[in-house]
């Protein structure tokens, strides 16, 4: 099918796999893998591409590939990975997956120094690239530019991070001594308070950062700041199993020297309680783990040995840190004071709480195996032992009269409420203590001298767990709106630009997550907003705070109830105990057990005062805001901070950052959920680049320009370089000579109103021309300048030569205009004047035979005479002849016969007188002498006859040949007024279609405006239906991965099987075929062709289709018993043809008599075939004009058409052959559209549907094709639906075509495939009998 053309076909191991097209429908393709032995795919439409022709060829940008599909990209990549080339360009945004090994000399002084001033996709993709690209940008625009780095959890975004400060500190930061230094050291002393080992990433972030590099006005860095979000607290007091806290309380037990270690009395992990339920083992190398000592080795270490990772050794990581602390500023005074209160979390973790015996109060009372460890935190926290024991145990409560205050009362706390309260103030003082951290690396990088920055934004990615709180909630809306900001700018506003600057490009439809982020933060009915106001209840409760969630947003898409989640796990939470969030990326359950008190980041006020009070400086310097509102006390309650509207603010900033300055993007990609190198999950990976937004990008970037500047901005960058003739230049008409002089091809770029646009990969072209420095601007205005001189040079010439060429032409047309005229006059000359000058000849050649008859008078002795004057009489007669034809104007060619007679009569009868006479007078002398001249003259007599009638046989001849000449002039006339007369009735036809059509179109245009808006409304409803289905799609992918790492089971087990919320199947599933399903997009897949939309719902209220194909019945004509007991009426019933195969039909149609089947197989035929090529069209090589069968002229003119006058057939038009030629051109080569060939397009309709076609081309045989045969390559639309009919001076004559038909060969090909054709016109025409 189709030359057998490679697809990718949907997998649900692979992603996609590589098959050939094995059938069509009008839903969906069949697809044969490559290996025999494995089972066809069904799939929809939208679920199969096209294969490159070279597959195993990979491409650094995705943009240079034929396809631009997510199956080719997923291709690529892959290709690309295991080649160890983890960097892919998407245009301008950078695809990073993830090793999991080291690649050497990838990130060395060597590779910095190569990428350093590169145009974007001079070089093979990488991140320094992007780096440099942000610089650039920054220094040619004089705007600040942030890198978005994006990914889920594991796929490299810090260390994508840390490359790129690493870049840009290096190339232009070693001027700056320390701060150089700084800006690379922040990262690593930020992870290791910030980062942690999770499930999937050994050095999970858990928190957000926006790093800026500053530059002054030379563009040299000159300082740096780091703002930072939503650190995870709880990590701090519990974790999964296989997961570790904060890196550097591992770093302190491993690392710290061994007095330190004695000073805070820190031994192995798992004596921590706030340690030891997760994973208690280090990362180390095989070189630090022999410096660990027993008692530094957990229980869970010395049974599995240390972690690895090539990143990660918490005992040398922590001499890093610490050196890394001595370079921000920070003295070892405050170091220990650090370790100290580090350490202190760690004991303060250890205090255990129990119900005393005897106390009736309802308190609680610390444990005495908890003395030594509240003894150890209060000692090294600086507080009072006493008072930490009773804040933990009790908090204060004021009392109050009216509007007055009354007496502070001490209030016991419950064992689970002290646990809480221990586990408070833990979070806080390592919150408070990481924000520290982070304004100190902040103090050591000064930015007064800041003109402009470049921001790296490394915030967690999209999260989803088993359970997920109020730290997953926090980070998917931020993810969320960082999708947003991704559609916005690269989607929205690309789009938005590119209709304002009228380039017409195609739209392209996204997913707007607008209302999942309306859902959270909406005013009063989001899920923020619904919490803080749970929050400041007297008595706030989980079960009312997510009732009230559910019920303010009641039948919101986004919103459900935990028992409708993909995971049974899931479906056993209460309505009241969690909500269900429809992510961009995929649905989450969310727990809401602790939403409230995470949302609290206020302490007991006892607390509050405790740690004020402390004796350590820097203790007290964290927790002393200066915040009146953080100590003072509110009656009877708990103080509250909203966490979620802090971070809601920081974001709101973060988002008004990003949008004013310019952006870069690079997609994090995590290969495998093992973490191990070239280990390539096709279907992982897929997910996560359909969650970032990579097929609409390409499906933009397949028609669209990344890159882009003004007129006005290149103008005023060379106007300083300009000499006073080119100044003058319009600023477009100088960016045309701009482009004209560097030599970009045309195809590369495109002007619009007020900017000029780039293709993907013409990075390297864009940023020579906006290079700044002075010798390059001055090097391309010489070459405009060359450029210009060039092109006046060449119009001149071709100036001249035009007009010496016209003057030739004018020369030789002039000189055979007078050859045509003389041959023209002398023809005319010789048809008027031809027959009288060959009479008077004749009449000059008798005078010849007067001197016989002169002579016969001379010799008469009587009557001498009279003779003589007849003689005389007669030559008089002879000139009077001559004088006649000469002065009569139109004289015929019988009267100059019958001149000519008369005067051989009067010349016979003189003749015959004067013998008469020289015989009467010679009779008796001359006796003998007449009889010789009589004998003479009978010779001569005779002779002439014999001159006569061979005269007159010639003449009778040519007579006959100008009789037949003029009748066939007659004849020929007379065809010509007949092709005349047809070709105006043609005419008149063609006008009296227009103006019906016109009528039909004036008639049904209220009615098409309400098909229009309700196919607005399908449309609408049909994108809206399509986005659920892939939200169902998505939502059961991270199911399936969570299923995969919990071994949880999920709801179906089947990835695709979505019949329940799709309400469709694929029908004839033969066995051993894997049926994938139909998208929602495809419900309606005739929605994109409203033309052909309608002609079906005309087509399918009168077709009488069949259920099984002919091959399973008796016969179409005389049906067997189970043809009888389908049909028990006697008459044939509406059934389903899209169980045939496509094969079957075209068999069917080539073999069948049944009028009615024929017409029902053809239609279902042309159907499919449409689809398909529709297929064909959206999927079409990139820069490539796709092939319709038709010439361009001719889809226009369709599409032009109302599609409801279009679709409708009158019935003139089903036996009716008609024949059409237009002119066309195409492109030879499609990366050269310069280069066409043009040449002449003809049809042959057989009623509505196409029978022959046929390319004619001046310098190579002509292509001929045949319906039945060449179906896939033929124009797939019906007569009406191409318009022709309505084309002025398409139609031809059916001789005109059959002459070019069978000059090219068509007579000999019919005869060859004469048992293939389909067109009955045809097989009557061949003799082709059908049975």
């Known amino acids: 099918m189709d030359e057998g053309r490679e697809v990718w076909a949907p997998d649900p191991n692979d992603g996609y796999k590589l098959g050939r097209i094995k059938d069509i429908k009008s839903d969906a393709i069949t697809v044969q893998p490559l290996n025999p032995n494995e089972k066809p795919i069904i799939a929809g439409y939208d679920q199969v591409f096209p294969c490159e022709e070279y597959r195993d060829k990979d491409v650094d940008d995705n943009c240079a590939l034929m396809f631009l599909n997510e199956a080719t990209l997923l291709n690529n990549l892959r290709l690309r990975y295991m080649k160890n080339a983890i960097y892919t360009y998407v245009a301008n945004i950078l695809i990073a997956i993830n090793p999991y090994m080291e690649l050497q000399k990838l990130y060395s002084k060597d590779t910095i120094k190569a990428y ?210 001595t370079h921000m500023g920070i003295t070892n005074e405050e170091k220990f004071s650090i370790y100290s209160i580090i350490a202190g979390v760690l004991h303060l973790g250890n205090i255990t709480f129990e119900d005393p015996q005897d106390d009736t109060t309802g308190g609680c009372q610390v444990t005495s195996e908890s003395t030594e460890s509240l003894k150890l935190t209060s000692h090294l926290l600086g507080c009072d032992e006493e008072g930490l024991r009773e804040s933990l145990v009790s908090r204060i409560m004021q009392t109050s009269h009216g509007t007055r205050r009354g007496s502070a009362i001490m209030v016991p706390l419950k064992m689970s409420e002290a646990q809480n309260a221990r586990d408070a103030l833990a979070k806080a003082v390592y919150a408070r203590l990481f924000d520290y951290i982070v304004s100190r690396v902040n103090q050591s990088l000064p930015f007064t001298s800041s003109k402009s920055y470049i921001g790296v934004l490394d915030i967690a990615g999209f999260e989803y767990f088993q359970m997920n709180s109020f730290e997953q909630f926090c980070i998917n809306y931020c993810n969320e709106k960082l999708q947003q900001f991704f559609n916005e700018r690269i989607l929205k506003e690309e789009q938005a630009l590119y209709e304002k600057e009228g380039l017409k490009v195609k739209k392209i439809h996204y997913v707007d997550n607008q209302d999942c982020i309306d859902l959270i933060e909406g005013k009063g009915v989001g899920i923020f907003d619904i919490l803080d106001e749970e929050n400041k209840l007297p008595r706030p409760a989980t079960e009312h705070f997510t009732a009230e969630v559910h019920k303010k947003n009641k039948d919101h898409y986004r919103l459900s109830i935990p028992r409708k989640s993909k995971l049974k796990m899931h479906r056993e939470i209460r309505d009241d105990e969690g909500f269900l969030i429809r992510h961009f990326a995929g649905a989450v359950c969310y727990h809401t057990g602790q939403f409230i008190e995470k949302n609290n980041d206020a302490l007991h006020t006892s607390l509050e005062v405790l740690v004020l009070k402390s004796k350590s400086q820097l203790l007290k310097q964290i927790f002393d805001t200066g915040d009146q509102q953080t100590t003072g006390q509110v009656q009877g309650k708990l103080n509250f901070i909203s966490v979620g509207n802090k971070f809601r603010s920081q974001l709101s900033l973060l988002m008004e950052k990003l949008r004013s300055t310019g952006t870069s993007f690079i997609r994090c990609i995590k290969p495998n959920s093992k973490m191990i190198d070239h280990l390539f999950e096709g279907t992982q990976i897929l997910t996560q680049l359909q969650c970032s937004g990579m097929p609409s990008v390409l499906d933009l970037m397949h028609q669209g320009f990344p890159s882009r500047t003004q007129f006005a901005e290149l103008y005023a960058m060379y106007k300083h370089y300009m000499p006073p003739n080119i100044a003058r230049l319009d600023p477009r008409l100088f960016c045309k000579a701009l482009f004209k002089a560097l030599g970009l091809n045309e195809n590369d770029f495109k002007f619009g109103l007020t900017k000029v646009f780039f293709r993907p990969g013409k990075f390297a072209e864009f940023d020579q021309i906006m290079k700044s420095d002075p010798e390059h601007l001055a090097l391309l205005i010489q070459k405009v300048q060359k450029w210009l001189l060039q092109m006046r040079w060449r119009k001149c010439q071709w100036c001249a030569l035009s007009v010496i060429k016209l003057k030739n032409k004018i020369e030789y047309r002039k000189r055979f205009f007078t050859t045509i005229q003389s041959c023209i006059r002398t023809w005319r000359l010789k048809r008027e004047y031809g027959p009288r000058i060959k009479c008077m000849t004749k009449i000059r050649l008798l005078h010849q035979q007067l001197e016989p008859m002169q002579r016969l008078a001379g010799q008469l002795k009587k009557d001498k005479e009279q003779a003589q004057a007849k003689v005389a009489a007669l030559i008089g007669e002879m000139n009077v002849m001559i ?196 998208p929602s997009g495809n419900m309606n897949l005739f929605n994109s062709s409203p033309q052909l939309n309608s002609q079906m719902m005309i087509q399918q209220q009168s077709l009488p289709i069949y259920s099984q194909p002919p091959s399973a019945m008796t016969s179409p004509l005389t049906p067997g018993n189970d043809f009888a007991a389908f049909d028990p009426f006697g008459k044939q019933k509406f059934a389903d043809l899209s169980k045939w195969q496509y094969a079957e039909l075209r068999d ?168 293939q054709v389909s067109s009955k016109y045809l097989q009557m025409k061949l003799g082709v009998v059908r049975n």
């Open 883 to 1078: 004088d006649k034809i000469q002065k009569t104007k139109h004289v015929s060619q019988s009267e100059i016969d019958r001149f000519y007679d008369n005067l051989m009569r009067m010349m016979d009868g003189t003749l015959l007188r004067l013998q008469e006479m020289v015989n009467e007078e010679r009779v008796a002398e001359e006796q003998e002498k007449l009889r010789k001249i009589q004998d003479e003259m009978e010779k001569e007599r005779k002779k002439k006859e014999e001159e006569e009638r061979t005269r007159r046989a010639e003449e009778e001849k040519k007579r006959q040949e100008e009789e037949e000449r003029r009748r066939k002039e007659e004849e020929k006339r007379k065809r010509e007024e007949e092709e005349r007369r047809q070709k105006a009735e043609l005419e008149e036809r063609r006008k009296k279609e227009e103006e019906m059509r016109k009528k039909m179109e004036e008639e049904e245009k209220v009615h098409a405006e309400v098909m229009k808006k309700q196919r607005e409304i399908e449309e609408a409803a049909r994108l809206l239906q399509q986005q659920r289905m892939e939200q169902e799609r998505k939502d059961r992918e991270l199911a399936l991965r969570l299923a995969a790492e919990d071994q949880s089971l999920v709801e179906d087990p089947s990835r695709y099987d979505y019949s329940v919320s799709r309400r469709r199947t694929v029908h004839n599933k033969a066995p051993g075929q894997r049926i994938l399903p139909l």
């Open 116 to 325: 350093m001033g590169r145009s974007l996709g001079s070089m093979p993709p990488h991140v320094f690239a992007i780096a440099d690209k942000g610089y650039r940008d920054m220094k040619v625009l004089k705007e600040s530019q942030s890198i978005i780095v994006s990914g889920e959890s594991g796929a490299g975004k810090t260390e994508s991070t840390k490359y790129i400060l690493k870049y840009l500190t290096e190339c232009w930061g070693t001027h700056a001594g320390p701060i150089e230094q700084r800006i690379v050291e922040s990262n690593p002393l930020l992870e290791a308070f910030g980062n942690a080992k999770t499930m999937r990433n050994n050095n999970s972030s858990r928190f957000g950062k926006f790093v800026e590099i500053h530059f002054d006005a030379k563009f040299q860095v000159c300082g740096g700041h780091i703002s930072h979000y939503l650190l995870e607290k709880s990590r701090i007091c519990v974790q999964n199993e296989e997961e570790r806290n904060y890196h550097i309380f591992y770093r302190l037990c491993a690392g710290a020297p061994a007095n330190l270690r004695q000073q805070l009395r820190l031994t192995s992990p798992d004596q921590f309680h706030y340690l030891r339920r997760g994973c208690t083992q280090y990362f180390c190398r095989k070189e630090t783990e022999k410096s660990l000592n027993q008692n530094q080795k957990s229980q869970q270490f010395l049974k599995r040995g240390c972690l690895r990772d090539i990143t990660i050794d918490d005992v040398s990581d922590f001499q890093l840190t610490d050196v890394a602390m």
């Open 1148 to 1315: 069917t149609i080539n073999t069948s008599c049944d009028v009615e089947l024929l017409e029902a197989c053809r239609q279902e035929f042309q159907r499919r075939l449409r689809v398909y090529n529709e297929w064909r069209m959206k999927n079409k090589k990139a820069n490539d004009p796709f092939d319709h069968g038709a010439p361009e002229s001719v889809m226009e003119m369709a599409n032009q058409l109302n599609p409801f006058v279009a679709g409708k057939v009158t019935g003139a038009q089903v036996e009716e052959q008609r024949y059409f030629r237009i002119p066309f051109s195409r492109p030879v080569d499609p990366f050269q559209p310069n280069n066409v060939v043009t040449g002449w397009w003809l049809a042959h309709f057989d009623g509505k549907w196409i029978a022959r076609q046929m390319e004619i081309y001046p310098n190579r045989p002509a292509v001929l094709l045949v319906a039945g045969v060449d179906d896939m390559k033929m124009c797939e639309m019906t007569l009406p639906q191409t318009g022709l009919t309505v084309k002025q001076n398409a139609e031809i004559l059916e001789q005109e075509f059959e002459q070019e038909w069978n000059r090219n060969g068509g007579a000999a090909m019919l005869q060859v495939r004469r048992n």
